[in-house]
Protein backbone atom coordinates (compact mmCIF):
# COMPACT_ATOMS: atom_id res chain seq x y z
CA UNK A 1 0.00 0.00 0.00
CA UNK A 2 2.03 2.84 -1.47
CA UNK A 3 -0.36 4.82 -3.46
CA UNK A 4 -1.09 7.32 -0.87
CA UNK A 5 1.76 9.52 0.02
CA UNK A 6 3.98 8.10 2.40
CA UNK A 7 5.91 10.39 4.92
CA UNK A 8 8.43 12.93 3.91
CA UNK A 9 11.44 10.91 3.21
CA UNK A 10 14.75 12.06 4.41
CA UNK A 11 16.45 12.52 1.28
CA UNK A 12 14.04 14.59 -1.01
CA UNK A 13 13.11 12.44 -4.38
CA UNK A 14 13.17 15.41 -6.56
CA UNK A 15 15.84 18.06 -7.44
CA UNK A 16 14.51 20.59 -4.52
CA UNK A 17 11.40 21.25 -2.35
CA UNK A 18 8.61 23.75 -2.32
CA UNK A 19 6.72 24.39 0.53
CA UNK A 20 3.74 26.62 -0.02
CA UNK A 21 1.36 27.46 2.63
CA UNK A 22 -0.27 27.64 5.57
CA UNK A 23 -0.40 31.61 4.62
CA UNK A 24 0.26 32.18 0.51
CA UNK A 25 -1.06 34.25 -1.91
CA UNK A 26 -2.53 31.43 -4.18
CA UNK A 27 -4.42 30.15 -0.81
CA UNK A 28 -7.77 31.86 -0.02
CA UNK A 29 -7.26 29.43 3.45
CA UNK A 30 -4.33 28.27 5.19
CA UNK A 31 -2.91 24.69 4.00
CA UNK A 32 0.08 23.92 3.85
CA UNK A 33 1.42 21.48 1.12
CA UNK A 34 5.53 20.39 0.38
CA UNK A 35 6.23 19.46 -3.37
CA UNK A 36 8.96 17.67 -4.60
CA UNK A 37 10.21 18.63 -7.60
CA UNK A 38 12.16 17.30 -10.82
CA UNK A 39 12.56 20.12 -12.77
CA UNK A 40 9.11 21.72 -13.02
CA UNK A 41 7.48 18.42 -12.75
CA UNK A 42 5.72 17.31 -9.51
CA UNK A 43 7.28 13.69 -7.73
CA UNK A 44 5.87 13.99 -4.47
CA UNK A 45 3.20 16.00 -2.48
CA UNK A 46 3.21 16.05 1.30
CA UNK A 47 0.48 17.94 2.88
CA UNK A 48 -0.61 19.28 6.46
CA UNK A 49 -3.67 20.70 7.48
CA UNK A 50 -5.01 21.25 11.36
CA UNK A 51 -4.30 25.23 11.52
CA UNK A 52 -7.85 25.84 11.60
CA UNK A 53 -8.54 23.05 14.04
CA UNK A 54 -10.55 24.41 16.92
CA UNK A 55 -12.01 21.41 18.76
CA UNK A 56 -15.67 22.04 17.82
CA UNK A 57 -16.65 18.56 18.19
CA UNK A 58 -15.57 18.45 21.61
CA UNK A 59 -17.49 21.77 22.18
CA UNK A 60 -20.22 20.42 20.40
CA UNK A 61 -20.64 17.54 23.24
CA UNK A 62 -20.53 20.87 25.71
CA UNK A 63 -23.83 22.94 24.87
CA UNK A 64 -27.53 22.00 24.38
CA UNK A 65 -28.98 20.96 21.08
CA UNK A 66 -30.46 24.25 20.63
CA UNK A 67 -27.00 25.96 21.04
CA UNK A 68 -24.74 23.86 18.86
CA UNK A 69 -27.17 24.46 16.05
CA UNK A 70 -25.30 28.41 15.72
CA UNK A 71 -22.05 26.53 16.48
CA UNK A 72 -22.99 24.16 13.06
CA UNK A 73 -23.07 27.29 11.34
CA UNK A 74 -19.89 28.74 12.18
CA UNK A 75 -17.89 25.64 10.85
CA UNK A 76 -17.92 27.48 7.37
CA UNK A 77 -18.52 30.68 5.78
CA UNK A 78 -19.31 29.71 2.47
CA UNK A 79 -21.34 26.55 2.91
CA UNK A 80 -22.82 27.43 6.65
CA UNK A 81 -26.44 26.18 5.67
CA UNK A 82 -25.52 22.56 4.33
CA UNK A 83 -23.53 22.25 8.11
CA UNK A 84 -26.78 23.59 9.94
CA UNK A 85 -28.78 21.78 7.38
CA UNK A 86 -26.76 18.30 7.86
CA UNK A 87 -26.90 19.16 11.94
CA UNK A 88 -30.55 19.59 11.88
CA UNK A 89 -31.68 16.18 10.02
CA UNK A 90 -29.45 14.31 12.12
CA UNK A 91 -30.81 15.41 15.19
CA UNK A 92 -34.11 15.06 14.17
CA UNK A 93 -33.29 11.37 12.71
CA UNK A 94 -32.40 10.90 16.18
CA UNK A 95 -35.27 12.47 17.37
CA UNK A 96 -37.32 10.12 15.26
CA UNK A 97 -39.48 13.60 14.38
CA UNK A 98 -37.77 13.44 10.50
CA UNK A 99 -40.68 12.44 8.73
CA UNK A 100 -43.20 15.09 10.50
CA UNK A 101 -41.28 17.89 9.16
CA UNK A 102 -44.24 19.98 7.33
CA UNK A 103 -43.81 20.31 3.48
CA UNK A 104 -43.68 24.29 3.39
CA UNK A 105 -40.78 24.24 5.35
CA UNK A 106 -39.09 21.21 3.05
CA UNK A 107 -39.43 23.30 0.00
CA UNK A 108 -37.95 26.79 1.91
CA UNK A 109 -34.99 24.21 2.81
CA UNK A 110 -34.99 23.37 -0.86
CA UNK A 111 -34.36 26.99 -1.52
CA UNK A 112 -31.76 27.84 0.29
CA UNK A 113 -30.00 25.10 -0.50
CA UNK A 114 -30.23 25.80 -3.89
CA UNK A 115 -29.47 29.75 -3.32
CA UNK A 116 -26.29 29.03 -1.45
CA UNK A 117 -25.03 26.43 -3.75
CA UNK A 118 -25.34 29.53 -6.62
CA UNK A 119 -23.48 31.55 -4.87
CA UNK A 120 -20.74 29.01 -3.40
CA UNK A 121 -19.90 28.22 -7.77
CA UNK A 122 -19.83 31.39 -8.44
CA UNK A 123 -17.50 32.36 -6.34
CA UNK A 124 -15.43 29.18 -7.64
CA UNK A 125 -15.51 30.16 -10.92
CA UNK A 126 -14.67 33.91 -10.30
CA UNK A 127 -11.34 32.31 -8.37
CA UNK A 128 -10.68 29.97 -10.83
CA UNK A 129 -10.51 32.72 -13.18
CA UNK A 130 -8.41 34.91 -11.31
CA UNK A 131 -6.19 31.65 -10.40
CA UNK A 132 -5.23 31.37 -14.17
CA UNK A 133 -5.38 35.12 -15.13
CA UNK A 134 -8.39 36.05 -16.82
CA UNK A 135 -9.30 39.02 -14.04
CA UNK A 136 -11.82 40.67 -15.94
CA UNK A 137 -14.15 37.52 -15.39
CA UNK A 138 -13.27 37.25 -11.99
CA UNK A 139 -15.03 40.87 -11.60
CA UNK A 140 -17.82 40.28 -13.52
CA UNK A 141 -18.97 36.85 -11.64
CA UNK A 142 -18.34 38.69 -8.32
CA UNK A 143 -20.43 41.74 -9.14
CA UNK A 144 -22.94 39.30 -10.43
CA UNK A 145 -22.91 37.45 -7.35
CA UNK A 146 -24.49 40.24 -5.77
CA UNK A 147 -27.52 39.30 -6.75
CA UNK A 148 -27.94 35.81 -4.84
CA UNK A 149 -26.17 37.61 -2.15
CA UNK A 150 -29.30 39.95 -1.91
CA UNK A 151 -31.93 37.80 -2.37
CA UNK A 152 -30.56 35.75 0.31
CA UNK A 153 -30.78 38.75 2.87
CA UNK A 154 -34.19 39.33 1.60
CA UNK A 155 -35.10 35.86 2.84
CA UNK A 156 -32.73 35.41 5.72
CA UNK A 157 -31.59 38.81 6.74
CA UNK A 158 -28.00 38.02 6.42
CA UNK A 159 -25.79 37.95 3.41
CA UNK A 160 -23.38 35.03 5.13
CA UNK A 161 -24.75 32.63 7.80
CA UNK A 162 -28.42 32.30 7.40
CA UNK A 163 -29.22 31.19 10.40
CA UNK A 164 -32.44 29.34 8.92
CA UNK A 165 -33.01 25.66 10.22
CA UNK A 166 -33.57 24.75 13.19
CA UNK A 167 -34.22 21.13 14.45
CA UNK A 168 -38.14 20.55 13.52
CA UNK A 169 -38.21 23.14 10.50
CA UNK A 170 -37.41 26.42 9.66
CA UNK A 171 -37.15 29.76 11.61
CA UNK A 172 -38.71 32.12 8.95
CA UNK A 173 -41.50 31.84 6.05
CA UNK A 174 -41.14 33.30 2.70
CA UNK A 175 -44.16 35.47 2.21
CA UNK A 176 -46.13 35.95 -1.10
CA UNK A 177 -44.62 39.60 -1.75
CA UNK A 178 -41.10 38.30 -1.55
CA UNK A 179 -41.67 35.50 -3.86
CA UNK A 180 -42.81 38.06 -6.46
CA UNK A 181 -39.96 40.26 -5.89
CA UNK A 182 -37.36 37.27 -5.87
CA UNK A 183 -38.27 35.49 -9.08
CA UNK A 184 -37.65 38.22 -11.74
CA UNK A 185 -34.07 38.67 -9.78
CA UNK A 186 -33.32 35.23 -10.31
CA UNK A 187 -34.39 35.23 -14.11
CA UNK A 188 -32.16 38.57 -14.48
CA UNK A 189 -29.33 35.96 -13.00
CA UNK A 190 -29.67 32.88 -15.42
CA UNK A 191 -28.99 35.56 -17.67
CA UNK A 192 -25.97 37.22 -16.66
CA UNK A 193 -24.78 32.98 -15.75
CA UNK A 194 -25.42 32.20 -19.66
CA UNK A 195 -23.62 35.19 -20.25
CA UNK A 196 -20.62 33.73 -18.04
CA UNK A 197 -20.57 30.26 -19.44
CA UNK A 198 -20.53 31.51 -23.03
CA UNK A 199 -17.53 33.61 -22.61
CA UNK A 200 -15.56 31.13 -20.39
CA UNK A 201 -16.51 27.94 -22.58
CA UNK A 202 -15.34 30.17 -25.51
CA UNK A 203 -12.17 31.79 -24.38
CA UNK A 204 -9.12 29.86 -25.86
CA UNK A 205 -6.48 30.89 -23.84
CA UNK A 206 -8.71 30.07 -20.62
CA UNK A 207 -9.45 26.71 -21.74
CA UNK A 208 -5.79 25.78 -22.93
CA UNK A 209 -4.93 26.17 -19.49
CA UNK A 210 -7.07 23.57 -18.01
CA UNK A 211 -7.62 21.25 -20.39
CA UNK A 212 -6.29 18.06 -20.04
CA UNK A 213 -4.26 19.51 -16.72
CA UNK A 214 -4.63 17.05 -13.66
CA UNK A 215 -6.89 14.74 -14.81
CA UNK A 216 -8.86 11.97 -12.08
CA UNK A 217 -9.59 9.19 -13.99
CA UNK A 218 -13.91 7.37 -13.21
CA UNK A 219 -11.66 4.71 -11.46
CA UNK A 220 -9.46 7.01 -9.21
CA UNK A 221 -12.36 9.14 -8.06
CA UNK A 222 -13.99 5.96 -6.61
CA UNK A 223 -11.05 4.29 -5.39
CA UNK A 224 -10.30 8.02 -3.42
CA UNK A 225 -13.70 8.17 -2.33
CA UNK A 226 -13.70 11.61 -4.13
CA UNK A 227 -17.63 13.26 -3.80
CA UNK A 228 -19.54 16.09 -5.07
CA UNK A 229 -18.69 18.20 -8.16
CA UNK A 230 -14.77 16.69 -7.88
CA UNK A 231 -16.25 13.16 -8.46
CA UNK A 232 -18.56 14.34 -11.21
CA UNK A 233 -16.62 15.59 -13.16
CA UNK A 234 -15.04 12.33 -13.59
CA UNK A 235 -18.14 10.72 -14.20
CA UNK A 236 -18.67 9.10 -10.91
CA UNK A 237 -22.83 9.90 -10.30
CA UNK A 238 -22.94 10.45 -6.38
CA UNK A 239 -25.25 13.54 -6.50
CA UNK A 240 -26.39 13.23 -2.47
CA UNK A 241 -30.16 14.87 -4.10
CA UNK A 242 -30.61 12.13 -6.35
CA UNK A 243 -28.91 8.61 -4.27
CA UNK A 244 -29.77 9.42 -1.17
CA UNK A 245 -33.12 12.29 -1.35
CA UNK A 246 -33.77 14.07 1.34
CA UNK A 247 -36.42 16.86 2.61
CA UNK A 248 -37.95 17.80 -0.89
CA UNK A 249 -35.31 17.01 -3.32
CA UNK A 250 -37.34 13.93 -4.69
CA UNK A 251 -40.94 16.24 -5.51
CA UNK A 252 -38.40 18.36 -7.33
CA UNK A 253 -37.83 17.83 -11.19
CA UNK A 254 -33.44 18.37 -12.04
CA UNK A 255 -31.19 16.68 -13.92
CA UNK A 256 -27.62 15.90 -12.69
CA UNK A 257 -24.97 16.87 -15.18
CA UNK A 258 -21.62 14.51 -15.24
CA UNK A 259 -18.59 15.13 -17.40
CA UNK A 260 -16.22 12.40 -18.17
CA UNK A 261 -12.69 14.03 -18.55
CA UNK A 262 -11.80 14.33 -14.87
CA UNK A 263 -9.43 17.44 -15.71
CA UNK A 264 -9.71 21.04 -14.58
CA UNK A 265 -11.74 22.31 -17.52
CA UNK A 266 -14.42 19.53 -16.60
CA UNK A 267 -14.86 20.71 -13.19
CA UNK A 268 -15.40 24.33 -14.61
CA UNK A 269 -17.91 23.13 -17.12
CA UNK A 270 -19.64 21.26 -15.04
CA UNK A 271 -20.49 23.79 -12.26
CA UNK A 272 -21.24 26.54 -14.74
CA UNK A 273 -24.05 23.73 -15.51
CA UNK A 274 -25.06 23.11 -11.88
CA UNK A 275 -25.23 26.96 -11.27
CA UNK A 276 -28.02 27.08 -13.72
CA UNK A 277 -29.72 24.05 -12.82
CA UNK A 278 -30.27 25.04 -9.36
CA UNK A 279 -30.99 28.49 -10.64
CA UNK A 280 -33.96 26.73 -12.29
CA UNK A 281 -34.80 24.19 -8.92
CA UNK A 282 -34.69 27.54 -7.09
CA UNK A 283 -37.80 28.70 -9.75
CA UNK A 284 -39.45 25.97 -8.91
CA UNK A 285 -39.72 25.53 -6.19
CA UNK A 286 -40.51 29.34 -4.74
CA UNK A 287 -43.54 28.82 -7.88
CA UNK A 288 -44.50 25.85 -5.95
CA UNK A 289 -44.65 26.45 -2.43
CA UNK A 290 -47.44 24.83 -0.60
CA UNK A 291 -48.79 24.58 2.50
CA UNK A 292 -50.04 27.68 4.58
CA UNK A 293 -47.90 30.49 5.71
CA UNK A 294 -46.72 30.02 9.08
CA UNK A 295 -46.66 26.53 8.81
CA UNK A 296 -42.99 25.71 9.25
CA UNK A 297 -41.98 24.53 12.24
CA UNK A 298 -43.12 21.82 14.71
CA UNK A 299 -42.13 21.66 18.62
CA UNK A 300 -39.38 19.44 19.68
CA UNK A 301 -38.55 18.24 23.09
CA UNK A 302 -35.55 19.46 24.73
CA UNK A 303 -34.21 16.01 25.56
CA UNK A 304 -33.99 13.40 22.82
CA UNK A 305 -33.97 9.88 24.14
CA UNK A 306 -30.99 7.54 23.50
CA UNK A 307 -30.50 7.25 19.86
CA UNK A 308 -27.95 7.74 16.89
CA UNK A 309 -28.88 9.71 13.68
CA UNK A 310 -26.87 10.58 10.72
CA UNK A 311 -27.75 12.40 7.24
CA UNK A 312 -25.52 13.14 4.47
CA UNK A 313 -26.54 16.40 2.01
CA UNK A 314 -25.24 17.61 -0.86
CA UNK A 315 -23.08 20.90 -0.02
CA UNK A 316 -21.47 23.26 -2.74
CA UNK A 317 -18.34 21.07 -2.17
CA UNK A 318 -20.18 17.33 -2.38
CA UNK A 319 -21.29 14.90 0.31
CA UNK A 320 -21.41 16.56 3.61
CA UNK A 321 -22.45 14.02 6.61
CA UNK A 322 -23.11 14.52 10.16
CA UNK A 323 -23.23 11.54 12.84
CA UNK A 324 -24.87 12.72 16.66
CA UNK A 325 -25.71 10.45 19.40
CA UNK A 326 -28.24 11.14 22.33
CA UNK A 327 -27.86 9.79 25.91
CA UNK A 328 -31.10 11.45 26.85
CA UNK A 329 -30.02 14.72 27.95
CA UNK A 330 -30.01 18.25 26.39
CA UNK A 331 -26.61 17.56 25.14
CA UNK A 332 -25.51 15.06 22.39
CA UNK A 333 -23.17 12.65 23.37
CA UNK A 334 -21.05 12.53 20.28
CA UNK A 335 -21.24 14.90 17.51
CA UNK A 336 -19.30 13.90 14.16
CA UNK A 337 -18.76 15.92 11.04
CA UNK A 338 -17.02 15.30 7.90
CA UNK A 339 -16.62 18.29 5.37
CA UNK A 340 -16.07 17.47 1.79
CA UNK A 341 -13.32 19.15 1.58
CA UNK A 342 -11.77 16.27 3.79
CA UNK A 343 -13.26 13.83 1.43
CA UNK A 344 -11.18 15.34 -1.70
CA UNK A 345 -7.76 15.78 -0.08
CA UNK A 346 -6.47 12.35 -0.76
CA UNK A 347 -7.97 12.17 -5.01
CA UNK A 348 -6.29 15.92 -4.74
CA UNK A 349 -3.05 14.32 -3.76
CA UNK A 350 -2.94 11.73 -5.82
CA UNK A 351 -3.79 14.48 -8.98
CA UNK A 352 -0.74 16.87 -8.29
CA UNK A 353 1.54 14.07 -8.72
CA UNK A 354 3.15 14.67 -12.18
CA UNK A 355 1.74 18.12 -12.67
CA UNK A 356 3.49 21.11 -13.55
CA UNK A 357 4.71 24.01 -10.38
CA UNK A 358 2.68 26.52 -13.27
CA UNK A 359 -0.31 24.61 -12.64
CA UNK A 360 -0.46 23.70 -8.58
CA UNK A 361 -3.08 26.71 -8.16
CA UNK A 362 -5.49 26.08 -10.19
CA UNK A 363 -5.30 22.41 -9.39
CA UNK A 364 -5.43 23.16 -5.79
CA UNK A 365 -8.57 25.66 -6.88
CA UNK A 366 -10.43 22.96 -8.67
CA UNK A 367 -12.06 20.93 -5.18
CA UNK A 368 -12.91 23.97 -3.92
CA UNK A 369 -11.23 24.47 -0.69
CA UNK A 370 -12.61 25.50 2.37
CA UNK A 371 -10.11 25.40 4.99
CA UNK A 372 -9.44 27.36 8.00
CA UNK A 373 -6.63 29.81 10.05
CA UNK A 374 -2.67 29.83 10.83
CA UNK A 375 -0.80 28.49 14.11
CA UNK A 376 2.58 27.72 13.34
CA UNK A 377 4.46 26.71 10.41
CA UNK A 378 7.72 24.06 9.61
CA UNK A 379 10.93 24.94 8.18
CA UNK A 380 12.61 22.17 5.79
CA UNK A 381 16.27 22.21 5.46
CA UNK A 382 16.62 20.99 2.04
CA UNK A 383 20.53 19.92 2.91
CA UNK A 384 19.65 17.30 5.15
CA UNK A 385 15.96 16.93 5.11
CA UNK A 386 15.87 17.75 8.52
CA UNK A 387 12.54 19.59 9.37
CA UNK A 388 11.58 21.41 12.41
CA UNK A 389 7.80 22.34 13.69
CA UNK A 390 7.73 26.31 15.28
CA UNK A 391 4.48 27.34 17.23
CA UNK A 392 3.45 31.00 17.39
CA UNK A 393 5.94 31.56 20.35
CA UNK A 394 8.77 30.53 18.45
CA UNK A 395 7.82 32.73 15.52
CA UNK A 396 7.41 35.44 18.26
CA UNK A 397 10.63 34.44 19.77
CA UNK A 398 12.79 34.07 16.97
CA UNK A 399 11.40 37.50 15.29
CA UNK A 400 12.65 39.56 18.63
CA UNK A 401 16.16 37.68 18.09
CA UNK A 402 16.20 38.25 15.09
CA UNK A 403 15.70 42.29 15.74
CA UNK A 404 18.45 42.07 17.90
CA UNK A 405 20.95 39.83 15.59
CA UNK A 406 20.00 40.36 12.22
CA UNK A 407 19.28 38.16 9.97
CA UNK A 408 21.34 35.40 10.79
CA UNK A 409 19.44 33.79 13.26
CA UNK A 410 17.13 32.13 10.38
CA UNK A 411 20.19 29.67 9.53
CA UNK A 412 20.24 25.88 11.31
CA UNK B 1 -16.31 -11.45 -11.52
CA UNK B 2 -20.21 -10.50 -11.88
CA UNK B 3 -20.93 -7.79 -9.16
CA UNK B 4 -24.27 -8.66 -6.84
CA UNK B 5 -27.31 -5.53 -6.83
CA UNK B 6 -28.89 -5.95 -4.00
CA UNK B 7 -32.52 -5.27 -3.76
CA UNK B 8 -32.39 -4.10 -0.50
CA UNK B 9 -29.90 -3.53 2.55
CA UNK B 10 -31.30 -6.70 4.25
CA UNK B 11 -30.10 -8.52 1.61
CA UNK B 12 -26.77 -7.49 2.32
CA UNK B 13 -26.54 -8.18 5.53
CA UNK B 14 -28.20 -11.54 5.60
CA UNK B 15 -24.79 -12.28 3.20
CA UNK B 16 -22.45 -10.70 5.64
CA UNK B 17 -24.60 -12.78 8.42
CA UNK B 18 -25.36 -9.36 10.37
CA UNK B 19 -28.23 -8.33 11.87
CA UNK B 20 -30.11 -5.57 12.18
CA UNK B 21 -30.35 -3.01 15.40
CA UNK B 22 -32.07 0.07 16.42
CA UNK B 23 -32.73 2.82 15.29
CA UNK B 24 -34.99 1.26 12.53
CA UNK B 25 -37.34 3.60 11.43
CA UNK B 26 -35.61 5.47 8.33
CA UNK B 27 -35.35 2.54 5.60
CA UNK B 28 -32.18 3.74 4.06
CA UNK B 29 -30.12 3.51 7.17
CA UNK B 30 -29.49 0.47 8.53
CA UNK B 31 -27.39 -0.13 11.36
CA UNK B 32 -25.74 -3.49 12.48
CA UNK B 33 -23.55 -4.28 15.17
CA UNK B 34 -20.15 -6.60 14.53
CA UNK B 35 -16.96 -6.80 16.37
CA UNK B 36 -13.79 -5.50 15.11
CA UNK B 37 -12.23 -9.02 13.88
CA UNK B 38 -14.77 -9.02 11.04
CA UNK B 39 -13.90 -5.82 10.21
CA UNK B 40 -11.40 -7.27 7.35
CA UNK B 41 -13.62 -10.27 6.14
CA UNK B 42 -16.58 -7.43 5.68
CA UNK B 43 -15.12 -4.42 3.91
CA UNK B 44 -13.50 -7.46 1.69
CA UNK B 45 -17.11 -8.64 1.20
CA UNK B 46 -18.79 -5.47 0.24
CA UNK B 47 -15.93 -4.60 -2.22
CA UNK B 48 -15.68 -7.96 -3.99
CA UNK B 49 -19.12 -8.71 -4.14
CA UNK B 50 -21.48 -5.98 -3.84
CA UNK B 51 -18.87 -3.52 -5.51
CA UNK B 52 -18.97 -0.73 -2.60
CA UNK B 53 -16.72 1.80 -3.56
CA UNK B 54 -17.57 4.91 -1.11
CA UNK B 55 -17.02 4.69 2.59
CA UNK B 56 -17.80 8.31 3.46
CA UNK B 57 -15.85 8.65 6.99
CA UNK B 58 -14.68 6.47 9.81
CA UNK B 59 -16.79 7.93 12.80
CA UNK B 60 -15.58 7.11 16.78
CA UNK B 61 -17.37 6.92 19.88
CA UNK B 62 -16.25 6.67 23.01
CA UNK B 63 -18.69 4.43 25.60
CA UNK B 64 -18.33 2.80 28.96
CA UNK B 65 -18.28 -0.88 27.01
CA UNK B 66 -15.56 0.69 24.64
CA UNK B 67 -14.70 2.56 21.74
CA UNK B 68 -17.04 1.99 18.61
CA UNK B 69 -15.80 2.56 15.33
CA UNK B 70 -18.52 3.39 12.70
CA UNK B 71 -18.00 2.53 9.04
CA UNK B 72 -21.28 4.17 6.90
CA UNK B 73 -20.81 2.14 3.56
CA UNK B 74 -22.22 3.40 0.81
CA UNK B 75 -24.41 0.44 -0.96
CA UNK B 76 -25.77 0.82 -4.48
CA UNK B 77 -29.32 -0.30 -4.54
CA UNK B 78 -30.92 -1.87 -7.90
CA UNK B 79 -32.89 1.50 -8.08
CA UNK B 80 -29.55 3.26 -8.50
CA UNK B 81 -30.41 4.73 -4.89
CA UNK B 82 -27.13 4.66 -2.07
CA UNK B 83 -28.64 3.07 1.03
CA UNK B 84 -25.91 3.13 4.35
CA UNK B 85 -25.04 0.21 5.74
CA UNK B 86 -23.99 1.78 8.56
CA UNK B 87 -21.72 -1.16 10.80
CA UNK B 88 -20.82 -0.35 13.82
CA UNK B 89 -17.57 -2.41 15.55
CA UNK B 90 -16.80 -2.89 19.02
CA UNK B 91 -12.98 -1.95 19.86
CA UNK B 92 -11.67 -3.10 23.68
CA UNK B 93 -10.79 0.40 25.09
CA UNK B 94 -7.62 -1.08 26.83
CA UNK B 95 -5.82 -1.96 23.68
CA UNK B 96 -7.36 0.17 20.96
CA UNK B 97 -5.80 -2.42 17.77
CA UNK B 98 -7.57 -2.77 14.91
CA UNK B 99 -7.09 -3.79 11.40
CA UNK B 100 -6.63 -0.10 8.80
CA UNK B 101 -9.48 -0.57 6.08
CA UNK B 102 -6.86 2.12 4.05
CA UNK B 103 -5.97 -1.15 1.69
CA UNK B 104 -9.65 -1.54 0.88
CA UNK B 105 -10.57 1.53 0.47
CA UNK B 106 -7.65 4.35 -0.31
CA UNK B 107 -10.10 7.22 0.16
CA UNK B 108 -9.97 6.42 4.09
CA UNK B 109 -6.38 7.41 4.56
CA UNK B 110 -6.88 10.73 6.18
CA UNK B 111 -10.53 9.66 7.66
CA UNK B 112 -8.23 6.93 10.05
CA UNK B 113 -5.50 9.29 10.41
CA UNK B 114 -7.99 11.74 12.03
CA UNK B 115 -9.61 8.90 14.11
CA UNK B 116 -5.93 7.91 15.40
CA UNK B 117 -5.32 11.81 16.42
CA UNK B 118 -8.85 12.19 17.99
CA UNK B 119 -9.36 9.03 19.90
CA UNK B 120 -5.84 7.15 19.87
CA UNK B 121 -7.35 3.88 17.80
CA UNK B 122 -4.51 2.33 16.02
CA UNK B 123 -4.78 1.03 13.08
CA UNK B 124 -2.34 -2.22 11.75
CA UNK B 125 -0.97 -2.19 7.80
CA UNK B 126 -1.95 1.77 7.84
CA UNK B 127 0.66 3.41 5.01
CA UNK B 128 0.74 6.25 7.08
CA UNK B 129 -0.05 6.48 10.71
CA UNK B 130 0.71 10.22 11.87
CA UNK B 131 -1.29 12.69 13.74
CA UNK B 132 -3.44 14.67 11.39
CA UNK B 133 -5.53 17.54 13.06
CA UNK B 134 -3.72 18.70 16.20
CA UNK B 135 -0.61 20.88 16.73
CA UNK B 136 2.62 19.90 16.56
CA UNK B 137 2.94 20.09 20.42
CA UNK B 138 0.30 17.56 21.29
CA UNK B 139 1.63 15.50 23.62
CA UNK B 140 1.70 12.15 22.73
CA UNK B 141 -0.88 10.69 25.55
CA UNK B 142 -3.66 12.79 24.70
CA UNK B 143 -6.38 12.07 22.47
CA UNK B 144 -8.57 15.07 22.62
CA UNK B 145 -11.85 13.62 21.63
CA UNK B 146 -11.50 10.95 24.28
CA UNK B 147 -14.61 10.91 27.27
CA UNK B 148 -12.03 11.09 30.06
CA UNK B 149 -10.25 14.57 29.42
CA UNK B 150 -11.54 18.31 29.53
CA UNK B 151 -10.75 20.81 27.19
CA UNK B 152 -9.77 23.05 30.11
CA UNK B 153 -7.51 20.20 30.67
CA UNK B 154 -6.17 19.77 26.91
CA UNK B 155 -5.91 23.83 27.26
CA UNK B 156 -3.61 23.67 30.17
CA UNK B 157 -1.69 20.71 29.11
CA UNK B 158 -0.86 22.77 25.56
CA UNK B 159 0.31 25.96 27.19
CA UNK B 160 2.84 24.03 29.49
CA UNK B 161 4.25 22.52 26.70
CA UNK B 162 4.67 25.11 24.79
CA UNK B 163 6.53 26.98 27.41
CA UNK B 164 8.82 24.32 27.65
CA UNK B 165 9.37 24.50 24.09
CA UNK B 166 10.07 28.29 24.91
CA UNK B 167 12.42 27.87 27.34
CA UNK B 168 14.38 24.95 25.35
CA UNK B 169 14.94 27.52 22.70
CA UNK B 170 15.88 30.59 24.46
Known amino acids: ?412 | MMLNVPKSLDEVAKALNLTRRDPKIYPRDYYVNSSSDRMLEIAAKLKNEFGVHHVSTVIVRDDEDGFHLIYPFSVILDNSEWGKLIVDFLVDKKNPEVESLTPEFPGLVIAEREAYDMMGIRFKNHPDLRRLLTPDIMPSDIYPLRKDITAEEIRRRLAEEAEKRRLDLE
Open chain 1, 1 to 412: MTEYAPPIPETPEGDYSISIGPQHPTHKEPIRFIFQVKGETIEHVDLRIGFNHRGIEKAFEQRTWNQNLYLAARLCGICSAAHQFAYAQAAERCAKIYDEIPERAQYIRVIIQELERIQSHMLWYGVLAHDTGFDTMFHLTWRDREIVNDILEIISGNRVNYAMWTIGGVRRDISRDQITNIIPKLKDLRKKCDYHRDVMMSERSFIARQENVAILSTEDAKRFCAVGPTARASNVNCDVRKIDPYCAYNKIDFDVPLWDQGDIFGGLSLRLDETLISIDMAIQALENLPGNPGDIKIRVPRKIDPNEGIQRVEAPRGEDIHFVRSNGSEKPDRHKIRAPTFANLPSLVHRLKGCQVADIPPVIRVIDPCIGCCERTTFVDIKTGKSIDLSGEHLISRTNRAHRLGTRVLEF
